[in-house]
Structure formats: structure tokens, C-alpha cells
């Protein structure tokens, strides 16, 4: 059994037990659990139901594990003939969340 969902103009396919990495959002103080209604797509086994855009009254829910940084990255400017060269590192940070369960609705 997996879904499709979309957050933060990203889709992600998941699976019930599994963990992912989704966009950093403000949480209330003490949040444990996260909701996503916006599900693209479900199957199980031989069950499959596909939303146009979204299908109604399905959920995936989700325990939040914290805030996980992602990988480093050195992006670079550079001109030719001019000795100008820069590179900064940036280190985005994500959401990691366990999917516990997915609803059909």
C-alpha cells in the first residue's frame, strides 16, 4: 500500500512505516503528529484510485521526528577573464516526518 501526496509544490511518494524528509513549516508548541489532505494517489493491492486533481476526504498521517539538515551544497558565480570567482555553502533544512498511517477516505 503506498500514496502519492503533494506538499509544499513538491510530490512524494509514501509508504506506511517510512520516513521522509518534507519542507520546514511552523508547528504549534507540542505538535507531535502532521496531517497531509492533499493525496494525488492510492493503491493497495488491487485497489487503485486516482484524484483529479486530489482525492477527496483521504489523508496521510504522520509522526514528526524533528528538524533534519539536508546536504551541504557549494554553489559557485563565475566570469571568465574577470578573476571573479565566489562559492558559499548552504545547508537546507527539512522536516523529517514517519508516515503511520494512510486513510482512503
Known amino acids: 500500500m503506498y500514496a502519492i501526496i503533494e506538499d509544499g509544490g513538491k510530490q512524494y511518494k509514501v ?4 520516513t521522509v524528509c518534507v519542507e520546514v513549516r511552523d508547528l504549534s508548541e507540542g505538535q507531535s503528529e502532521i ?3 492533499s493525496v494525488i494517489f492510492y493503491q ?3 485497489k487503485t484510485l486516482i484524484g483529479q486533481p486530489r482525492l477527496a476526504g483521504a489523508q496521510v498521517k504522520a509522526k514528526i521526528n524533528g528538524v533534519a539538515p539536508g546536504p551541504k551544497l557549494y554553489p ?5 577573464r574577470k578573476n ?3 562559492r558559499t555553502g548552504h545547508r537546507q533544512k527539512y522536516l523529517e516526518v514517519e508516515v503511520t498511517e ?3 477516505g
Open 76 to 80: 559557485m558565480h563565475f566570469k571568465r
Open 102 to 104: 494512510i486513510l482512503a
Open 84 to 86: 571573479s570567482r565566489s
Open 15 to 18: 509508504a506506511q512505516g517510512e
Open 35 to 37: 496531517t497531509f489532505d
Open 44 to 46: 493497495d493491492g488491487e
